[in-house]
T-cell receptor, first 113, second 111 residues
């Protein structure tokens, strides 16, 4: 158990819809990262938050957004969903700025029908 | 951007055999980690190994940062070792800490 909790584990929805993925980091971790794993693109970084503020952006679509709340949990919002958004979405957390490992949750498997 | 390359892409082993997986990375990569993704999709942290050698049971890893490679050793493989092994590193020149992943080595251990 990594200590990172992601909900829901599975999500099935239709094109054009909007979903919210939730992540609770390990106790004491201030940084949260979101990654997407798709069959054609592999594991790719989407966005990072540190202590409530956006810290870095990767290959995140404009239809996607995220935030980190004062209790440090994070949500990833995906809107106007397309078939190609079907993927496994991972959340990871780490302590802070120091060189520390990232710990990954079990992921949310999103299927767009 | 930084480069993280893994070899071999696929590996089939008889149960009980040993194996070595390799990860080559570009000059500015640090914070190297090894992960195992099991058949259920879970990404399990195996090692955080910026340099040196670590061991955990039948698994061990070595990173030689000056030569830009890392090795993951699996001894006496078991069917539960099957899955995809990823290495990932951070760009030490960037201002953030996101990981860049290799494409993985798919390991199949057969009884």
């Amino acid at each position: 158990d990594s200590g990172v909790t992601q909900t829901p584990k599975h999500l099935i929805t239709a094109t054009g819809q909007r979903v919210t993925l939730r992540c609770s980091p390990r106790s004491g971790d201030l940084s949260v990262y979101w990654y997407q794993q798709s069959l054609d693109q592999g594991l790719q970084f989407l966005i990072q938050y540190y202590n409530g503020e956006e810290r870095a952006k990767g290959n995140i679509l404009e239809r996607f957004s995220a935030q980190q709340f004062p209790d440090l949990h994070s949500e990833l919002n995906l809107s106007s969903l397309e078939l190609g958004d079907s993927a496994l979405y991972f959340c990871a957390s780490s302590v802070s700025w120091s060189n520390q490992p990232q710990h990954f949750g079990d992921g949310t498997r999103l299927s767009i029908l | 951007g930084i480069q993280v390359e893994q070899s071999p892409p696929d590996l089939i082993l008889q149960e009980g055999a040993n194996s070595t997986l390799r990860c080559n990375f570009s000059d500015s990569v640090n914070n190297l980690q090894w992960f195992h993704q099991n058949p259920w999709g879970q990404l399990i942290n195996l090692f955080y190994i910026p340099s040196g050698t670590k061991q955990n049971g039948r698994l061990s890893a070595t990173t030689v940062a000056t030569e830009r490679y890392s090795l993951l050793y699996i001894s006496s493989s078991q069917t539960t070792d099957s899955g995809v092994y990823f290495c990932a590193g951070r760009d030490s020149g960037a201002g953030s800490y996101q990981l860049t992943f290799g494409k993985g080595t798919k390991l199949s251990v057969i009884p």
